[in-house]
């Protein structure tokens, strides 16, 4: 069990790969040192050294932002006796998913991260990445020898397991959007900034293959767009436009075949060897797709049992007693073995595995000279240079400012929309088809009990209609937080920018809508035939119209799912009309629903336009 204190630090180094100063196997204490050491070799003092190669963290956002996928700051990560807990329901102890976890991950190098299903790998690497905001973490956690800052996610880049992406849009937009929320910029619509953009989402299109559907709607399963493997590097791509320092992956490959996995693996090999430090939680890999890696983590109910080259982890099993089948897949043989599962497929060898303790290998591993070496390496890189560079949060965590990432999201959001076919439908079309229903239905001039009585029902109904006319927009709404939450976490934006962006793309058109439908059906029913009855007739109806859509983005936002957003949506609103006073007259409205009847926006609504309409008639 952990029984460090919480120190969770990171750290950050610059590294040019001119200075080498990162080696590419920076697998021993002494290699380590050996790199650090070959500028003090040049006459400088070990402070002079690190503060030349550690500019502030403003001069290196900067200088990261002009360059391309691999050419800027460079981080080591460092982990020692990292533990991850959560609390149970009634549990006073945590239940520890990681525990003292020690290693590194370093520059130019791809490791994968494997291990038995509930092994821990996602925990690992959301941990790694910060992306764990519950539960309690222990042990040492550096990054170049730094605690690390919010403002560092800027440097990450981490592929959800999920694609998440906007069916409606382009490849090429997905990323020139990307690029222009999470690249500094100096300006909305500058041309530098563009041409910038541009360059850079031709160079991420071509890294990862994708020039050739650049111009191919993302898609879904109700529109043809790119293939599974394409969107699956349109996904990795959104994280290269920034130039991450580090590349988290999550299942990249799941759901891939063989072949476009390994072409997926490849790609991510290729931006590793510009510098980059990958991270890969993996799947049954292909032997081909296996041999693509450096580096192996391998983990077992929260420990690690192997740390090291991936090459030889299979030697380093076998010299244990595992014998592995002649063409077996190393990746299954190394998970096999560590999960206490003997295949049986022909695998002869496997007979003869010796049964062993659940807790044999990370104990085993502890004691292994690999273990050794690896702590000493970690701990020399942590300390050699720990306490050189400014690690202090800046106050802007996000590349660009609220009023740009606000305008940039309003234009993203049109670009999202006009593709989609229903958008046009749920906010012109359909309200045109009830406006025209209501005109036939309810032609009744004059003030008899008739015409009271349906003018009566006309405002009632059109005020339900704006009260649920939004809902059509329950399952793009949720679709699209997955998307928000991706970005948010990325720290692209803030949820207040996406919030207002949405409010302030949403309002011309709820304005348009209810007009539409107030100038067919007031003068259609034959209303009170006065500007200003008209106008608070139809402002009374967009402010409802506004908290329907209101109460639907903050049920898609809290729901689960679709299905119990739309619960909420239908039931809340439904209660509010019910005990508006209408239906159910004040005096008989139950007394433990009366509450409902004095918060009812609907009752206040309701009186305001019968006022607006009957004042004076009688
Ligand atoms: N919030 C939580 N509360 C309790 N247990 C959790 C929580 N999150 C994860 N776990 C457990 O921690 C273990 C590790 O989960 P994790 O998702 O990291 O495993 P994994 O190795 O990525 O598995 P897989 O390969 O199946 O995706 C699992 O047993 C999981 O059930």
Excluded at 27 to 44: F, H, Q, V, W
């Amino acid at each position: 069990m952990p029984t460090k204190e919480s120190t969770v630090s990171l750290n950050l180094d610059r590294s040019t790969e001119s200075g080498g100063h990162l080696a590419e196997e920076n697998d021993t204490a002494t290699d380590l040192k050996m790199a650090s050491e070959t500028d003090l070799e040049e006459g400088m003092t070990r402070n002079e050294s690190m503060r030349s190669r550690q500019p502030s963290m403003h001069h290196i956002k900067d200088e990261r932002m002009s360059t391309k996928v691999g050419q800027g700051v460079k981080f080591n990560i460092t982990f020692e006796d990292l533990s991850y807990g959560v609390y149970l329901p009634k549990q006073k102890e945590p239940k520890w998913l990681l525990k003292n976890v020690t290693g590194a991950i370093n520059p130019k190098q791809m490791t994968a991260l494997m291990g038995p299903s509930g092994a821990g790998k996602s925990t690992l690497l959301e941990v790694l990445a910060g992306r764990k905001q519950d539960g309690e973490i222990e042990g040492e956690l550096l990054f170049n020898g730094k605690e690390r800052t919010r403002a560092m996610k800027r440097w990450f880049g981490f592929v959800e397991q999920r694609d998440s992406l906007i069916a409606t849009m382009t490849v090429r937009e997905t990323l020139m959007y990307t690029a222009r929320l999470r690249i500094k910029a100096n300006g909305i619509w500058d041309k530098e900034d563009h041409a910038d953009q541009v360059e850079r989402v031709d160079e991420i299109l071509d890294m990862l293959g994708l020039t050739a559907c650049a111009d191919v709607v993302i898609g879904d399963e109700n529109n043809r767009g790119v293939s599974g493997g394409q969107a699956k590097r349109a996904n990795a791509a959104m994280e290269l436009i920034t130039s991450p320092s580090i590349l988290f992956l999550d299942e990249p490959t799941s759901g891939l075949d063989s072949a476009t996995s390994l072409d997926f693996i490849r790609c991510i090999k290729d931006i590793a060897a510009r510098g980059v430090s990958v991270i890969c939680t993996i799947h049954q890999p292909s032997e081909e797709v296996y041999g693509l890696f450096d580096r192996l983590l391998l983990l077992v109910a929260g420990e690690v049992v192997y740390l090291g080259k991936a090459n030889m982890a299979v030697s380093y099993f076998q010299d244990l007693g595992f014998k592995k089948a002649p063409g077996q897949n190393p990746a299954d043989f190394l998970v096999s073995v560590t999960s206490g599962h003997k295949p049986t497929d022909g695998a002869n060898e496997s007979k003869t595995w010796p049964d062993v303790d659940p807790n044999y290998f990370a104990q085993e591993y502890m004691n292994s000279q690999l273990a050794t070496d690896r702590k000493e390496s970690t701990l020399a890189h942590r300390s050699d240079i720990s306490g050189q560079v400014d690690t202090k949060d800046k106050k802007e965590l996000y590349a660009n400012g609220f009023v740009y990432n606000v305008v940039v999201l309003i234009e993203r959001n049109w670009c999202a929309s006009k593709r989609d076919k229903s958008f046009f439908f749920k906010r012109v079309f359909s309200i045109v088809i009830v406006a025209t229903a209501f005109m036939l239905a309810y032609l009744m001039p004059g003030f008899d009990d008739a015409a009271i009585r349906g003018k009566q029902s006309v405002l009632m109904l059109s005020m339900i209609i704006f009260l649920f006319t939004a809902n059509g927009q329950v399952d793009p709404t949720v679709e699209r937080r997955n998307y928000m939450a991706r970005e948010v976490n990325a720290g692209s934006y803030s949820v207040s920018a996406h919030f207002w962006s949405t409010v302030l793309f949403e309002v011309p058109w709820t304005f348009f809508k209810v007009l539409l439908y107030s100038l067919i059906v007031y003068f259609a029913v034959q209303l009170q035939y006065t500007f200003v009855n008209f106008i608070y007739y139809f402002l009374v109806l967009f402010i409802l119209a506004e908290i329907g859509l209101n109460l639907m983005w903050f049920f898609s936002f809290v729901a689960a799912t679709a299905t119990e957003a739309s619960m909420y949506i239908i039931t809340i609103p439904f209660l509010f009309i019910l005990y508006s006073g209408f239906f159910i007259q004040y005096p008989d409205i139950p007394v433990y629903w009366i509450w409902a009847y004095y918060i009812s926006h609907v009752n206040y609504s309701m009186a305001g336009l019968l006022l607006n309409e009957f004042k004076g008639k009688f």
